[in-house]
């Protein structure tokens, strides 16, 4: 069941614009710094399944395949909390209380112990289990647009529905809001991972945890 009280209001609209920022931040981290692979967004995932099949590529099919079993794990955990606790108003800001606490333990264990390599492949396990958490609640919340993680049908929607395509135009803001927040959070996450791999995933977990407490606000708004 999807959420309907308040999937048009702002905080709705900021929370999940909050997740979309914290994606392409987690994203530029975990390609950047953690071996050249995705935590948030699956379909790179399996496109770099096939590149590396090739052996210059310097792509790494067991990291890609961690990420994804990871990944798929969360987006289970999460779907059943979702089927589970649907009438509670506060399901989708537990769950990213969760996320935030995994990408927190994720950042303060990188800042004591460094990134090694061999320590990498859980640390991308961990930080894509707590993506999937997110893609799943955001799914059952079914906002159109606001995925905060796949953009494809989005810039898709953005053309073919424009009125020079000959379509309503509808959702432009929306749609454009969601671009551009993941371009900035790509970017910070690129300007940061310069400075600290810790840092930058801390950013992360702060964007889903203001989410996480823009749900709180609305749900109690809403009551």
């Keep these: 069941m999807s959420v309907t009280a308040s999937t048009t209001s702002r905080r709705t609209i900021a929370a999940l614009l909050s997740l979309t920022a914290g994606t392409g931040v987690i994203d530029a981290v975990s390609y950047l710094g953690l071996g050249h692979v995705f935590v948030a967004n699956m379909t790179g ?3 770099f399944l096939g590149f590396a099949a090739n052996p210059s590529s310097g792509l790494s099919a067991w990291m890609a395949l961690i990420a994804l079993g990871a990944f798929m794990f ?3 955990v999460g779907g059943a909390v979702g089927h589970r606790v649907a009438a509670s108003p506060t399901w989708p800001m537990s769950v990213l209380l969760v996320q935030a606490v995994l990408l ?3 950042a303060t264990a990188a800042a004591a112990f ?3 390599a061999l320590g990498r492949p859980a640390i991308v ?3 894509a289990f707590a993506f999937g958490l997110q893609n799943s609640t955001a799914r059952r919340m079914a906002v159109a647009d606001l995925t905060t993680t796949v953009l494809t049908l989005t810039v898709t929607g953005l053309a073919a529905d424009s009125r020079v395509a000959g379509g309503p135009g509808a959702k ?4 454009l809001a969601s671009i551009t927040t993941m371009l900035a959070g790509a970017v910070a996450g690129a300007l940061l991972v310069q ?3 810790p840092l930058t995933i801390a950013v992360a977990a702060v ?3 203001v989410a996480a407490v823009l749900f709180g606000v609305d749900r109690r708004v809403d009551s």
Excluded at 172 to 175: D, G, I, L, T
């Design 172 to 175: 432009p803001v929306r749609r």
């Design 125 to 127: 396990a961990t930080l």
């Design 195 to 197: 400075v600290s791999v």
């Design 74 to 76: 969360g987006a289970l």
């Design 104 to 106: 927190g333990a994720v």
């Design 207 to 209: 964007c889903v945890l």
């Design 45 to 47: 995932n399996i496109v």
């Design 114 to 116: 460094g990134v090694p």
